[in-house]
Nanobody, 128 residues
Framework: VQLQASGGGLVQTGGSANLSCAAP????????VGWFRQAPGKEREGISC????????VYAEDVKGRFTISRDALKNTVYLQMNSLTAEDTAVYYC??????????????????????WGQGTQVTVSS
């Protein structure tokens, strides 16, 4: 499945952004979808996931309470609403699709190895 991530840009500290992940010509509803991010000099981090099976969600500790992942089945799109953004959230954000039924968490972290399709990434820069 080909994924298209969008919605990034320049955001002020404390502001919000809403990222979208679409799969034109395919059915994103058939996949578990995750959001990952990678900041310069840092490893890729799994930040949120929504399962294919029952819509259950997973969040990394540093985004819990600030980020919300959701799926619009009719629009075939998964969103990541990000609030209370800080400079630490500056990164390239990627959405990815996993054909498994549930999000895979190992030692408390969402892993990326089960995701088989990746979008191109969208830059989010948080600045004061």
């Amino acid at each position: 499945v080909q994924l298209q991530a969008s919605g990034g840009g320049l955001v002020q500290t404390g502001g919000s952004a809403n990222l979208s992940c679409a799969a034109p010509g395919d059915t994103l509803n058939s996949y578990t979808v995750g959001w990952f991010r990678q900041a310069p000099g840092k490893e890729r981090e799994g930040i949120s996931c929504i399962s294919r099976n029952d819509g259950s969600t997973v969040y990394a500790e540093d985004v819990k309470g600030r980020f919300t992942i959701s799926r619009d089945a009719l629009k075939n799109t998964v969103y990541l609403q990000m609030n209370s953004l800080t400079a630490e959230d500056t990164a390239v954000y990627y959405c990815a699709a996993d054909p498994r039924f549930y999000c895979t968490v190992v030692l408390g972290k969402l892993i990326y190895q089960t995701f088989t399709s990746w979008g191109q990434g969208t830059q989010v820069t948080v600045s004061s």
